[in-house]
């Protein structure tokens, strides 16, 4: 079983539209979590740390869920521009390596 | 400006030849990333640093070489060992390992 995992997707939602992606990872011992944008063919970048009680910035919120071992992001009233590939990364308690899930892609269309 | 510096953007290289990636951050991070990906693939870890002189190997470290003699530089060299060097090659770097990283603009690498 893979560390972190994602539905690739491709999600394809009308603009407007929420849309919500999970990540499940396998570590009970995972203790920070991130989600990352990643455009095509660019560098991934930090979309939100994703925090016990869960943390919302602006249309998007992140869950996290300990019991189930996953986490969540909800996009709200998608724009054309968030159209790109979600990473899920988790670092597991006393390493110091950052796991990234596959990726979920996402496509906005108008 | 603060950030990470990879170079170069593009790299070209034969068969059988060993080639250096540049990784420079001026953000005082302590730990550094490389990771490799391929299309259509997640990012897969090669190796990382916490601490100047010394680097631990990550998932798929075959093939390859890093060193860590000051703390802004994390140079990734790529051997004639590693058999499918072809990729998108990413530097990364943070405070420490549990927290967020932040990337450089990447390397990709083609070896014909």
Redesign the interface.
Known sequence: RKEVEQDPGPFNVPEGATVAFNCTYSNSAS??F?WYRQDC??????LM?VYSSGNEDGRFTAQLNRASQYISLLIRDSKLSDSATY?C?V?I?N?????????TRLQVFP | DGGITQSPKYLFRKEGQNVTLSCEQNLNHD?M?W?RQDPG?????IY?S?IVNDF?K?DIAEGYSVSREKKESFPLTVTSAQKNPTA?Y?C?S?V???????????TRLTVV
């Open positions: 203790q920070s991130f063919r660019k560098e991934p970048k930090l740390s990473l990364v670092n308690y390493t110091d390596k950052l796991i990234f899930g596959t990726g | 730990a990333y990771y693939q997640g990012l897969r870890l990382y916490q631990q990550g998108f990413l990364a943070s420490r390992g549990d927290t967020e990283a932040f990337f450089g603009q990447g």
